[in-house]
T-cell receptor
Framework: NAGVMQNPRHLVRRRGQEARLRCSPM?????VYWYRQLPEEGLKFMVYLQKENIIDESGMPKERFSAEFPKEGPSILRIQQVVRGDSAAYFC???????????FGQGTRLTVV | GIQVEQSPPDLILQEGANSTLRCNFS?????LQWFHQNPWGQLINLFY???GTKQNGRLSATTVATERYSLLYISSSQTTDSGVYFCAVGNFGNEKLTFGTGTRLTIIP
């Protein structure tokens, strides 16, 4: 059973470009979460999704950030018009049901130059 | 929202030593996990332990939910134990995990 798969592992974008981060949850997991880790800090919740629904986006910045988890395919975290402050590690997690153990992917390290 | 505090923030030990890491949280929880973030940045699940005691090899964990704390014990430390240990909690009606700021463990050969 493959773990949570994220790609790309590393992404470099120039200021103003778009970044697309992908996450395939573990098989049988329908709950997906995105977290952001700034350098030397803990992980901060961004958004929680189930198939085709955003359940909680209280941690998402109001502008430029969006997330989706379509019926088919991976979950996507999209950052438009990236700025230097978006440089961080973005982790995706999945769980099989509510209030169960969450498993994390290896993260995507975004660098904005 | 729920607050999570971890102590100590940094810990430097000789190989073979034992250690105890603590996680305090400010509200009732129905989810508590311990993770190890290795030097390559990968998050590794250690324990899912909203209550009770679990052991896995040299590692064990105890959560006393009524007193709002959890402890992670590492015995006979090895250099591969180095990294940052995070505690993360979730409470009722709130599916997200709130992470503590971590304990950075350095094991010296």
């Amino acid at each position: 059973n493959a773990g949570v798969m994220q790609n790309p592992r590393h992404l470099v974008r120039r200021r103003g470009q778009e970044a697309r981060l992908r996450c395939s949850p573990m098989k049988g997991h329908s709950h997906v979460y995105w977290y952001r880790q700034l350098p030397e800090e803990g992980l901060k919740f961004m958004v929680y999704l189930q198939k085709e629904n955003i359940i909680d986006e209280s941690g998402m910045p109001k502008e430029r950030f969006s997330a989706e988890f379509p019926k088919e395919g991976p979950s996507i975290l999209r950052i438009q018009q990236v700025v230097r402050g978006d440089s961080a590690a973005y982790f995706c997690a999945s769980s099989p049901a509510l209030n169960t153990e969450a498993f994390f992917g290896q993260g995507t390290r975004l660098t904005v130059v | 929202g729920i607050q999570v505090e971890q102590s100590p923030p940094d810990l430097i030990l000789q190989e073979g030593a034992n250690s105890t890491l603590r996680c305090n949280f400010s509200d009732s929880v129905n989810n508590l996990q311990w993770f190890h973030q290795n030097p390559w940045g990968q998050l590794i699940n250690l324990f899912y332990i909203p209550s009770g005691t679990k052991q896995n090899g040299r590692l064990s964990a105890t959560t006393v939910a009524t007193e709002r704390y959890s402890l992670l014990y590492i015995s006979s430390s090895q250099t591969t134990d180095s990294g940052v240990y995070f505690c993360a909690v979730g409470n009722f009606g709130n599916e997200k995990l709130t992470f503590g700021t971590g304990t950075r463990l350095t094991i010296i050969p």
